[in-house]
Structures are given as C-alpha cells and as structure tokens.
C-alpha cells in the first residue's frame, strides 16, 4: 500500500468520524440500520463486475470502471462504517478486523507462510483447523439457491463428495448437454426454469430442496469418515 493509498484511507476514515458526530443520518445508524443497505450495495457491485465483461452492455470501458470503482468505494464505506460502531461499541477496533483476516490468510495458506508444515492438505481440509465441524460451515442459511448450490458443490468437492444423479434419464440428459459456453449454459438455465413454471413448478424452492438434499448427503458423508 503506497503512501498516496494509506493518505486516501485516513481521509475517508476522517469524513466518517465527522459525519457519525454531526450528519442527522449517519450518527443514528446501526449495524442493522445499515444491513440490507449493504446488501443492495453488494448487489450493485455484482452488476458492476458483471458488466465489465458484458457485450452487450451501453457503457465504455471508462464508464465501466468509473462504476465499478464507485461501488467499490460504496462498500469499502460500509465495512469501514460497521468497525467504526463496533468501536463505539467496545466490540473491537478497526486494527482488529485487519489482523484478524491478516491472520486467517496466514493461516489458510501455509503452502505459502509455513511450508515447513504443509502436508498437501486441501483448502477445506486447511479450513477444519479452526473448528469447525463440517466444510458446508460458513455457507449462509439465507443465500439465494444457486449462489448456495454453487457454494455448497465447491466446498463438497474439497473432501471429495460430489452430486449424485437420481436416475439413468438425468445422467443421459447431462451427458447430451452441448452447451460448451457460458452464454449457450445460461440458455438452458433460462430455459429450464420456463419449463419448471410451464409444468407448476417453482425452480427457486425445487432448488432450495434439492441443496437441502446435498447437505444431508454431505453431512452423512462426514459422519461416517469420522467414525
């Protein structure tokens, strides 16, 4: 981080003590005033990120990255903001939350810090370390289904577990899939779901099931290996 970078962090750190101590606004919001502010925000940079490769998008290359920074810069806001309530709290400092993913990083990449240590682990292996009791952990109850799908097969896949198929048909069905792109995949997606509301079916909670299915499965997986 250069000199001009740290000279950026403290003025935006300074606006946000003025504005917490005198904007009407700012001095009343909590962390769960600003939730689902930061949820739009996330959302927001998605599209931004999103459009950076889009072809079909209006906008130039400078317009898209005038975007993209702006949204970085919305949500940079927001974490900052949330450390700066956790301080006035007396939860923890801003100095914490940097050590803490500091820590993490140095932690979750020994091949990297400590390979004098590493023995060839997986990352979700690396990640049991801290305690936790199931690699599906960390994956939010309330994420929308196929961000959770994906979630849930990436972590799966690190000890292992993969989707079964339920029967012959869907497995001949995969197999006859031609779709070698991304945009001729997002076809079939889009059109799998026409067929689901065609047929009564709502694809988002079919979804939501079906990961629930996965989960069981991993979870029963994880059991038996440690027994």
């Known amino acids: 981080m250069t000199p001009a970078d740290l000279q950026a962090f403290q003025r935006l750190s300074d606006i946000l003590d003025t504005l917490r101590k005198q904007c009407p606004w700012d001095r009343v919001q909590t962390m769960?005033?600003?939730?689902?502010?930061?949820?739009?925000?996330?959302?927001?940079?998605?599209?931004?990120?999103?459009?950076?490769?889009?072809?079909?998008?209006?906008?130039?290359?400078d317009k898209k990255n005038s975007e993209l920074k702006k949204e970085l810069g919305d949500l940079f806001m927001?974490?900052?903001?949330?450390?700066?309530?956790?301080?006035?709290?007396?939860?923890?400092?801003t100095?914490?939350?940097?050590?803490?993913?500091?820590?993490k990083l140095i932690s979750r990449h020994p091949f990297i810090?400590?390979?004098?240590?590493y023995d060839g682990e997986s990352w979700e292996q690396i990640k049991m370390h801290e305690g936790r009791?199931?690699?599906?952990?960390?994956?939010?109850?309330?994420?929308?289904?196929?961000?959770?799908?994906?979630?849930?097969?990436?972590?799966?896949?690190?000890?292992?577990?993969?989707?079964?198929?339920?029967?012959?048909?869907?497995?001949d069905m995969i197999a006859n899939c031609k779709c070698d792109t991304e945009e001729s995949f997002g076809n079939l997606?889009?059109?799998?779901?026409?067929?689901a509301h065609e047929h009564g079916i709502n694809a988002d909670t079919a979804l939501a099931r079906a990961n629930i299915r996965f989960q069981d499965k991993v979870k029963d997986?994880?059991?038996?290996?440690?027994n």
């Open 32 to 61: 769960e005033s600003l939730r689902y502010l930061t949820i739009e925000e996330t959302f927001e940079l998605s599209e931004a990120i999103l459009n950076l490769s889009s072809e079909n998008s209006s906008l130039d290359d």
């Open 221 to 226: 997986f994880e059991q038996k290996a440690s």
């Open 78 to 93: 927001h974490l900052l903001f949330y450390a700066k309530i956790a301080e006035e709290e007396h939860r923890f400092t």
């Open 133 to 171: 009791k199931s690699v599906l952990e960390g994956v939010p109850v309330s994420l929308p289904p196929l961000v959770k799908a994906v979630r849930l097969q990436e972590k799966a896949a690190g000890i292992g577990v993969e989707p079964t198929l339920s029967n012959e048909q869907d497995g």
């Open 113 to 117: 810090f400590q390979p004098e240590k």
């Open 189 to 195: 997606l889009f059109n799998l779901i026409h067929w």
């Open 95 to 103: 100095s914490d939350v940097f050590n803490a993913i500091s820590d």
